[in-house]
Antibody, heavy 119, light 107 residues
Framework: EVQLLESGGGLVQPGGSLRLSCAAS????????MSWVRQAPGKGLEWVSSISGGGGTTHYADSVKGRFTISRDNSKNTAHLEMNSLRAEDTAVYYC????????????WGQGTLVAVSS | DIQLTQSPSTLSASVGDRVTITCRASQSISYWLAWYQQKPGEAPKLLIY???TLESGVPSRFSGSGSATEFTLTISSLQPDDYATYYCQQYTNYFLTFGGGTKVEIK
C-alpha cells in the first residue's frame, strides 16, 4: 500500500520560511516523480511544483518560482518543499502527490499539511 | 499555461439523478485529462485518467468522455456518497493545471 505522509506545516509570519517534507512508502521512490499541490481555504486545487525521480528536473508554478525549492532525498524516500519569502496568499493545505511521471495525473495523495502565513 | 474551465460551479441533484460535469481546455490537450473527487477535509481521490479510463476500485457509475478541448464526467445514478467537489486536471503540459471545481450538492 502506497503511503505519503507530509510534515512541517505550521504558522509563519509574512516573509518567513518553512520546509515541508513528504515521506513515501510502498512505491519505487527513485523512479517516481513527486509533486506538491496546494489548496487555499475554501478554494480549488493549485499545482505548485514537481520533481523527477532522479531529482534532475524540476518545475514550478509561476506563483512560487524563485521563492520555493523542491528537492528529494532518494536514500530516505523523502521529498521536500523549501518555502521562502512566504506571503499571506501562500496560506493553504499543502498536499504531497505522485503519479509516477513528471507529466502525469496523481494516483496517490498525502493527507495534507496546513501552512498559515499571518502576523 | 493551459486553462481549464469547469461548469457548472455548483450543481444540485437528487439521489438517482444522472449528473454531467463539463471541463473545457483553452487549447487542445488530446486526452490527457484526469478527474478527481474531493470531500471536505480529505485529499482528492483519482476517479478517471486519460479522459475515460476508470481508476481501479472506482464504481462503474462514473464515466468520462471527450478529447481535445471538451470533456465530461458523468455519474449515471447519483448516490449519497457522491456528494462532493469534482476537479479536472490536464497533464499534457509540465505546468499542470486544475479546473476550478464543481460542487455537487443535495437537492
Amino acid at each position: 500500500e502506497v503511503q505519503l505522509l507530509e510534515s512541517g506545516g505550521g504558522l509563519v509570519q509574512p516573509g518567513g520560511s518553512l520546509r515541508l517534507s513528504c515521506a513515501a512508502s510502498g512505491l519505487t521512490f527513485t523512479s517516481t516523480a513527486m509533486s506538491w499541490v496546494r489548496q487555499a481555504p475554501g478554494k480549488g486545487l493549485e499545482w505548485v511544483s514537481s520533481i523527477s525521480g532522479g531529482g534532475g528536473t524540476t518545475h514550478y508554478a509561476d506563483s512560487v518560482k524563485g521563492r520555493f525549492t523542491i528537492s528529494r532525498d532518494n536514500s530516505k524516500n523523502t521529498a521536500h518543499l523549501e518555502m521562502n519569502s512566504l506571503r499571506a496568499e501562500d496560506t493553504a493545505v499543502y498536499y504531497c502527490a505522485s503519479g509516477g511521471q513528471l507529466l502525469a495525473y496523481f494516483e496517490y495523495w498525502g493527507q495534507g499539511t496546513l501552512v498559515a502565513v499571518s502576523s | 499555461d493551459i486553462q481549464l474551465t469547469q461548469s457548472p460551479s455548483t450543481l444540485s441533484a437528487s439521489v438517482g439523478d444522472r449528473v454531467t460535469i463539463t471541463c473545457r481546455a483553452s487549447q487542445s490537450i488530446s486526452y490527457w485529462l484526469a478527474w478527481y473527487q474531493q470531500k471536505p477535509g480529505e485529499a482528492p481521490k483519482l476517479l478517471i485518467y486519460k479522459a475515460s479510463t476508470l481508476e481501479s476500485g472506482v464504481p462503474s457509475r462514473f464515466s468520462g468522455s471527450g478529447s481535445a478541448t471538451e470533456f465530461t464526467l458523468t455519474i449515471s445514478s447519483l448516490q449519497p456518497d457522491d456528494y462532493a467537489t469534482y476537479y479536472c486536471q490536464q497533464y499534457t503540459n509540465y505546468f499542470l493545471t486544475f479546473g476550478g471545481g464543481t460542487k455537487v450538492e443535495i437537492k
